[in-house]
């Protein structure tokens, strides 16, 4: 007999045959956003994106902006071990 597998486990199992498994682990921090980096940070961060391992936020505070940038290495961390490998290797602020 087959063994069932989870709808989530089947489309994330499609997006690797594809070779865009690297696709479906950014949506998934991108989704979660609120939980890697916390309430406040979230609700300040108007856009975020990720490309060519690098996350793009844009903050609609300017001294949130600035601390970030003092933790960016805190930052950087918490999101790949979200995903659980190096999705990202640098945030750029805007």
């Given at each position: 007999m087959e063994e069932e597998k989870s709808f989530k486990d089947l489309v994330k199992n499609l997006f690797k045959s594809y070779r865009l498994g690297d696709k479906y682990d950014e949506i998934g921090v991108i989704n979660s956003w609120e939980q890697?980096?916390?309430r406040m940070i979230?609700?300040?961060t108007t856009k975020i994106f990720i490309q060519n391992k690098?996350?793009?936020?844009?903050?609609?505070?300017?001294?949130?902006?600035?601390e970030l940038r003092y933790?960016?290495?805190?930052l950087i961390e918490k999101v790949n071990k979200f995903a659980g490998k190096e999705l990202i290797k640098d945030i750029n602020f805007y």
């Open positions: 890697i980096a916390g979230a609700q300040k690098i996350l793009y936020l844009t903050l609609s505070s300017a001294p949130l902006k600035a933790h960016k290495l805190v």
